[in-house]
């Protein structure tokens, strides 16, 4: 019998807390139910892994609430293949979803830590779509309430950036791309949920590395985005990920039928480097307040 | 070389929500950073199964908070081995401790559905403590507020039911009395955090059997409890579990080093039927709100 190879396996969670990170009067349960488990799933993928199991808990919803957010909740456990297998409902003043997830990487999982001084810098999609998403609903949008309809894919209107719209609402986490960034030898890799910027700086704190990327208007900017949105504009759920400058990460997504990653950057040795074009960027993105 | 027994992955998540779970003018920090890990632990006990890792996301603490709740955290961790790595903090307005926890079972996990008529009714403590040391908390103790001193373990007083509230502050689940019930072969299995008569309902109504207990006098009641408290205070975190009548749990508990269990009733053919010593019990215990 073939014997399969060591296999590793990765546990993470994360919470989504209503009014914190999510308005919950622009995003409906159903939404919330995929972002909960959709930040969870991309946890996953930037650890070039495989989902396997992901379990629930929910705090401050009425049982149809739940039932709006479950609705959510299967559709991305049935999308990506992660079974939902337990959980936990308890009262509360505040919504929060806390999902947990295990995964399995077919190898040593890419870490933050491990970015070198040469490295490409690679991003898995376009930028900014999901902060120009949430932006146009902020500017246009009444709010949607609790419970269904989903306001914000359905019913499109004149004018109405939908795909960015879709890209806030309903996160598409890379796990396929994370997984071949993985085989390929990725050096680093993150999810950017704070912000290019923010997200490429938690790499390169982990590492000791800086880093310059290309100039602004260089950058693989979604449309209906600004440069605003692809810098610091947070919740894309795109991979960055670094990886030697000889290995070529478009010729390896392709054979694997993804769409082509681009190179945005390079890793450096002064790791006080931020910088674009090789003008200093500013410190930008989603702040923890913890 | 040897080939290992077939593991069982297993994965439990479950809340601790103050003001719902657990007063937070009664509880501190570090008890209620233990609680939350203990009631995971006691999940993966209640199969049968070893602890293997943990995640915590908490909302709602500030730094100083949090550094609080994580010493009850680590302390469950180390006591267990089952290290915690990684998680996920928030704002909020109300305090929330999500755990998520792995483990593995050495063959087929323990489930509640599974008892059958017949099988003997087992537990691995004396009943009522926690709810016995609550309740003294609640009538006797001046509120400890939010940080540390850990005011319901620190300082005994006089005619302080200290081993109650230890019971009620620092709950110690059965890992090693849950592996032993599963090694000897345990149907069906459940820890006692809703009380026993609802969990012992839980199992009841999961595998379709009834129950009768014996006479309540003569239930392992603990020191400083009441019949009351053993039959309906939760948070106990012993384990209830069904074992076939000609299995002596007593001895295989014995042969482990483990204290011994104590057979309180039996398991029957009518799924009605929930008494002690053959008078009907109330139906009594924690009634989840959702």
Redesign the interface.
């Known amino acids: 019998v073939a014997v399969p190879p060591p296999a590793v ?1 990765l ?5 989504v ?1 209503g ?3 999510a308005d919950l009067t622009l995003t409906s349960l159903a939404d919330l139910g995929w972002k909960a488990m959709a930040v969870n799933l991309s946890d996953i993928a930037a650890m070039g892994g495989r989902p396997a ?1 992901a ?3 929910v ?5 149809p609430e ?1 039932e709006a957010l479950y609705e959510g909740v299967l559709e991305a456990s049935a999308e990506y293949a992660c079974p939902v ?10 919504v ?1 979803v ?1 999902v ?1 997830i ?1 995964g399995w990487a077919d190898g040593p999982p890419v870490l933050r830590s491990t970015a070198r001084p040469g490295d490409r810098i690679w991003v898995t999609g376009r930028l900014g779509a999901a902060a120009a998403g949430l932006r146009w609903l902020q500017e246009h949008r009444p709010p949607v309430g609790l419970v269904p309809p989903t306001g914000a894919v359905a019913g499109a209107v004149a004018g109405e950036p939908s795909d960015c719209i879709r890209a806030h609402a309903r996160p598409r986490p890379a796990v396929a791309e994370g997984s071949a960034a993985r085989a390929m030898g990725a050096t680093a890799m993150i999810d950017i949920s704070d912000g290019l910027v923010a997200d490429l700086g938690h790499i390169a704190d982990s590492s000791g590395v800086g880093f310059d990327l290309v100039d602004e208007h260089d950058l693989p900017i979604a449309p209906g985005a600004s440069v605003d949105d692809a810098l610091g504009g947070g919740d894309d759920y795109v991979l960055a990920f670094t990886l030697p400058a000889d290995v070529d990460a478009g010729e390896a997504f392709g054979a694997a039928g993804l769409p082509a990653p681009f190179p945005i950057g390079t890793c450096l040795g002064d790791p006080a480097r931020r910088s674009s074009g090789g003008r200093p960027l500013p410190v930008t993105g989603w702040e ?3």
Not at 11 to 15: G, I, T
């Open positions: 396996l546990l993470a969670a994360d919470a807390v009014g914190i990170d199991h379990v629930v808990s705090v401050g919803l009425s049982p739940l297998v337990g959980g936990d409902l308890s009262a509360g003043d505040q929060v806390s947990a295990t923890h307040d913890l």
